[in-house]
């Protein structure tokens, strides 16, 4: 379906309050995707909604709810398009036509086999139904992973970095440099809940020693599995991973001609291990650790260095996303650079507005598809 008609700045300025209000789902609605409704009648808004959890009512539910019988002759804008499916919630279409909304204005096209079409079944109805308005890049942008899904089995991947202002990590090899401040790196605890894993190489794990669990204000629904790539299976039996009290589990990823003693060792101190096929002495093949992940049902990975395994996986295709936080410091000479060996004609396209924490920038970008 097309838009029916052009759409006045009053509709463009409700549908993008609708996307607002989705976002408020980070962390607690994947891998369902975010959705935001808003009802408007004679120009005044009438009630508001966005799917707040996980198999919890959808975005025009809760909207419907809250505007009551001022909902009839109402127009929804809805960041997705209202689904047809009796899923663990009552369709939406249905909801809509009970409630005697007129007019339906909705952004993204719902890819979902059943849950698909209830743009085409609401205009069918008798109302007055525009969307998809959103073109296909900005429709993925909203919902990464939840699109990425319908269109390949691997999940959908996303790379944090924390960059100085001259591109380096870390002022030399084998030491950490902390670079951004604590708004930016509470904004990485947010990100953290929208993933079902996290994931760093080995270099990284034995430099930082990080928990890679989620400490900020957004608890995810499901804690993201810690998962480290190390090939020759040398992550430390002491690492942070393997302290403190039931946090998520840890997956290791190895050669899979490991010493077997090692493999030991660390089922031992409490991971899971997966011996994996490799490309060299230092590299995993991480198309099969994505398709295990993909297997396992991890739908949306945000890998959090080294710059090794970030290049590693952008020159390998494997890369959605980048957040890229820059901090005001130069480290110069002999510092680690962030984009080693990345492709040059890899062309990236702007996902949100960049954004300060404090001193710090956060700039996302994805990668453009060629398909
Ligand atoms: C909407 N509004 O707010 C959301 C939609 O299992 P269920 O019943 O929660 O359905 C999940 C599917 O419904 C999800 O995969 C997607 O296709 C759609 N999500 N649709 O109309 C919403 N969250
Ligand atoms: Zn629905």
Same mark, same amino acid.
């Given at each position: 379906m097309t838009p029916r008609s052009p759409l006045s700045d009053a509709?463009? !300025?409700?549908?993008?309050?609708a996307v607002e209000l989705a976002a408020r789902g980070w962390g607690r609605v994947h891998p369902n995707p975010m959705v935001g409704c808003v009802l408007v009648r004679?120009?005044?808004?009438?009630?508001?909604?966005?799917?707040?959890?996980?198999?919890g009512p959808h975005a025009e539910t809760v909207a419907l709810e809250a505007a009551g019988p001022r909902a009839r002759?109402?127009?929804?804008?809805? =960041?997705?398009?209202?689904?047809?499916?009796?899923?663990k919630t009552p369709a939406c279409t249905r909801a809509l036509l009970a409630s005697g909304v007129a007019r339906v204005v909705f952004?993204? =096209?719902?890819?979902?086999?059943? =849950?698909?079409?209830?743009?085409?079944?609401?205009a069918e109805a008798g109302l007055a139904v525009t969307g998809p308005v959103f073109d296909d890049v900005r429709a993925r942008r909203l919902n990464?992973?939840?699109h990425h899904r319908f269109a390949s089995p691997r999940p959908w991947v996303a790379l944090k970095l924390a960059a100085s202002l001259d591109g380096g990590l870390a002022a030399r090899p084998g030491t950490r440099t902390q670079l951004t401040g604590p708004e930016a790196q509470a904004e990485v605890h947010r990100l953290r809940a929208g993933f079902d894993g996290i994931v760093v190489g080995a270099e990284t794990a034995r430099v930082d020693d990080p928990l890679l669990t989620v400490r900020g204000e957004v608890q995810p629904r499901v804690?993201?599995?810690?998962?480290?790539?190390?090939?020759?299976a040398r992550l430390s039996s002491d690492a942070a991973l393997f302290?403190?009290?039931?946090?998520?589990?840890?997956?290791?990823?190895?050669?899979?001609? !490991?010493?077997?003693?090692?493999?030991?060792?660390?089922?031992?101190?409490? !991971? =899971?291990?997966?011996p994996t096929a490799f490309r060299g002495p230092h590299e995993l093949d991480l198309g099969r650790v994505l398709a295990f992940c993909g297997e396992a049902g991890l739908s949306a990975i945000l890998c959090e260095g080294g710059g090794r395994l970030g290049a590693a996986l952008e020159r390998a295709g494997l890369l959605d996303r980048l957040y890229?936080?820059?901090?005001?410091?130069?480290?110069?000479?002999?510092?680690?650079?962030?984009?080693?060996?990345?492709?040059?004609?890899?062309?990236?396209t702007m996902a949100a507005p960049p954004a300060s924490f404090s001193d710090d920038t956060l700039l996302v970008y994805d990668r453009v598809r060629e398909d």
């Open positions: 509709d463009r !300025a409700h549908l993008e309050r004679d120009g005044e808004v009438v009630g508001e909604g966005w799917h707040g959890v996980f198999g002759g109402a127009t929804a804008y809805v =960041s997705l398009e209202p689904c047809r499916h009796e899923g952004g993204a =096209s719902d890819p979902g086999g059943d =849950s698909g079409g209830g743009g085409a079944e609401l990464p992973a939840f804690p993201p599995v810690r998962i480290v790539l190390d090939p020759g302290r403190g009290d039931g946090g998520a589990p840890v997956w290791v990823f190895t050669r899979d001609d !490991a010493p077997e003693g090692e493999l030991e060792r660390l089922e031992a101190a409490g !991971a =899971s291990v997966h890229l936080f820059v901090a005001p410091r130069i480290l110069g000479e002999g510092a680690i650079p962030a984009f080693p060996g990345w492709t040059p004609e890899g062309a990236w």
